[in-house]
């Protein structure tokens, strides 16, 4: 097959013109239906997501050239970026103008990374018929869908398994094959589905109807197996979560008082401790100062009397500032002082504190917001990090340099025989970084009890964002068979089983104390052991036809 990359400005006959207002309908379908496909829809608008690209998929079959299978390609990802990350701008009267901007962007900008899959396909066709080329179209996405979680500029919001969160039953699965082999398994039902409608007739129709059918049935019989089987853990740990709804954008303001928003936290912490509690959770940056920095001594001290006070351990967000004697003992990506000679790095961080002494246990953020907490490929653009910033004191974050587990030698565990103390091991992520699959496994492969979330949504107001954020952490509990609990600012802080349930929940934007027990399930998946073998694997498969692509061209420019 001849590569045609370029239309060749051909003027179009009345039928054709119809042809292509009946196209862009189609692909705009593909993206409505994506959209509704996701949170926050109910079920059941998830099976939505089994025929949502066969619109897409009838159009692009019939397209020959590349730039028209982009063009359409982009459309439907437009409206389906249009209607699951429109929230990004925040759209509240108090917004930073540059999040707006942003906000803005990435709608358009976002996507531009579909067409990853789409170039692949169009490659394809020339090494293989269409038919075939298409039946590879998912592995391409699923090249596009890994490629979009290891860049600096990553965004995996799309990601079609991470969608399907309401659909309990048939997401068990991925404590095989995780997030992103779900969305394999979305991308051939519709693959199936379109062969069965729109190519396939007698005996091939049928069993390609049969297949798609298949594909949805088996992973929800296995689903329900699993639920009404599993066996969880009789060994519990009782947690406090802290919800204290604080206006994101007043909270870093000048007017802010560090010692009164502690003073509320202490008050909250209380009601859980007064249940029982054994650990404490604040949310992200709970306290809006660099708190370890040697510049509010008197706050530290009078979190650590608390806590020996009250017994509990305390996990909690907080902006991190550490210094280092010289650039070489220092990360990559420090920063350096003229007025006080030395060199700092600033961290979104989580911090462990403990009853019984003074030592600390940190962890700074690694999967920082592209734009919003730091800009992408800074380090090879320095200049790039000083034109944009927030205008509330949250950006320029350092990507965080610590891979450990927060572990608790000795805590409050419930037995069916009683209380007993045992030691914890905890995988924090901040915010973001829970959309994350791959590299959540690699710190729950380590050996983890539980998976805590602290997150700060409240910045994007009752819209789609902090309800979707919430429902991916389903995925992170089936995915590894662990419990997962989210402390939020303003909301969504809740409890989720291994199985994937909500066990508990506050509302958005409420003053809450959400306090209950944490399942501590042992073991490991095989997704956590082997998370990344599907990506890798299609990865592969695209990188060979492309290298297939290049070979040709380049032999037919030498003429061998």
């Not at 730039?67 to 409206?79: G, K």
């Not at 997150?455 to 995925?475: I, M, R």
Request: charged share 20%; proline share 6%; hydrophobic share 45%.
């Amino acid at each position: 097959m001849k590569l045609k990359f370029w239309n060749n400005k051909e003027a179009l006959t009345p039928q054709q013109r119809r042809q292509r207002k009946n196209d862009r309908l189609l692909l705009i379908s593909s993206g409505i239906l994506l959209g509704i496909s996701f949170p926050p829809f109910p079920f059941p608008f998830q099976l939505f997501m089994f025929a949502a690209l066969v619109p897409y998929f009838y159009v692009i079959d019939r397209r020959e050239k590349l730039i028209d299978i982009n063009r359409a390609t982009y459309l439907t990802a437009f409206v389906f970026c249009l209607i699951t990350i429109y929230w990004v701008g925040s759209w509240q009267a108090a917004t930073d103008p540059f999040l707006l901007i942003s906000g803005v962007l990435l709608v358009f900008f976002n996507p531009v990374f579909f067409l990853i899959p789409s170039t692949l396909f169009f490659f394809a066709r020339s090494l293989f018929n269409k038919k075939w080329a298409l039946f590879f179209f998912p592995l391409f996405w699923i090249t596009y869908e890994y490629a979009y979680m290891i860049t600096d500029a990553s965004f995996p919001w799309l990601t079609l398994g991470s969608g399907l969160s309401h659909f309990l039953p048939f997401i068990q699965v991925a404590e095989f094959i995780g997030a992103v082999g779900i969305s394999l398994l979305v991308l051939y039902i519709n693959y199936f589905v379109f062969r069965a409608a729109f190519q396939s007739g007698g005996k091939r129709k049928m069993i390609f109807w049969t297949i798609a059918l298949s594909l949805i049935t088996l992973p929800i019989i296995y689903g329900y197996y699993r639920i009404n089987t599993f066996e969880m853990s009789n060994k519990k740990v009782k947690v406090g979560i802290v919800q204290p709804n604080f206006d994101p954008w007043d909270k870093w303001s000048e007017e802010s008082s560090p010692a009164a928003v502690l003073d509320l936290y202490f008050e909250m912490s209380k009601k859980a401790i007064d249940k029982n509690a054994a650990l404490i959770v604040w949310p992200e940056t709970a306290v809006p100062v660099y708190l370890m920095g040697g510049t509010y001594l008197n706050l530290t001290e009078r979190i650590y009397s608390f806590l020996k006070e009250q017994n509990v351990y305390l996990l909690t967000g907080m902006p991190d500032l550490r210094f280092f004697s010289s650039k070489e003992n220092a990360p990559s990506d420090v920063k350096y002082s003229k007025e006080g000679d030395y060199y700092y790095a600033t961290y979104n961080a989580i911090l462990l504190f403990s009853p019984n002494s003074q030592s600390l246990q940190r962890y700074g953020k690694m999967k920082l917001v592209p734009f919003g907490e730091r800009v992408p490929f800074v380090d090879e653009l320095p200049f790039l990090g000083n034109w944009i910033k927030w205008g509330v004191g949250i950006s320029g974050w350092n990507v965080g340099q610590d891979t450990s587990i927060f572990f608790i030698p000795k805590i409050k565990i419930e037995e069916p025989n009683g209380i007993k103390e045992d030691s914890l091991r905890i995988n924090g992520l901040v915010c973001y970084e829970s959309i994350y699959p791959f590299f959540n496994a690699s710190f729950v492969n380590k050996g983890v009890d539980f998976i805590s979330v602290v997150t700060n949504d409240s910045w994007y107001g009752n819209s789609s964002g902090p309800y979707q954020h919430k429902e991916f952490a389903v995925l992170r509990a089936i995915e590894n068979r662990k419990s997962v609990i989210r402390a939020a600012n303003g909301g969504i802080s809740c409890i989720i089983d291994p199985l994937g349930r909500t066990v508990k929940e506050t509302k958005m934007f409420t003053r809450d104390v959400l306090t209950g027990d944490v399942i501590l399930q042992p073991g490991k998946t095989f997704f956590t052991e082997h998370s990344t073998a599907i990506p890798l694997i299609a990865s592969a498969f695209s990188l060979w036809i492309l290298g297939l692509v290049i070979i040709r061209w380049i032999k037919k420019k030498l003429k061998i």
